[in-house]
């Protein structure tokens, strides 16, 4: 997909920054899924989450590209192009 995604440039880190969404962590909220921006470490959680931090995270910083946290999964996603990708 690197070719029909100009995103992937945007990508500086993958290692996520805590082990469960930040705001649901901050608040005490749970959550379903989690996923990791790859521009900055963010974890937010996942839209079947009822507060869906990481795509709020998306809109607020533009950090198009984005993967799975959940064990055994390495899919990721870019917002801007609605593309999924896997970056292993």
Not at 9 to 37: F, M, N, Y
Not at 54 to 64: G, I, M, S
Request: hydrophobic share 25%.
């Amino acid at each position: 997909m690197s070719d029909q995604c100009e995103h992937f440039s945007q990508i500086h880190t993958h290692a996520p920054r805590t082990d469960g969404c930040e705001e649901c962590l901050k608040t005490g909220d749970t959550w379903v899924h989690l996923r990791t921006c790859l521009v900055c470490g963010h974890v937010g959680c996942c839209d079947q989450s009822k507060n869906r931090h990481a795509t709020r995270h998306f809109h607020a910083t533009r950090h198009a590209m984005m993967r799975s946290q959940q064990p055994g999964e390495t899919w990721g996603w870019c917002y801007v192009d609605q593309r999924m990708f896997d970056p292993i």
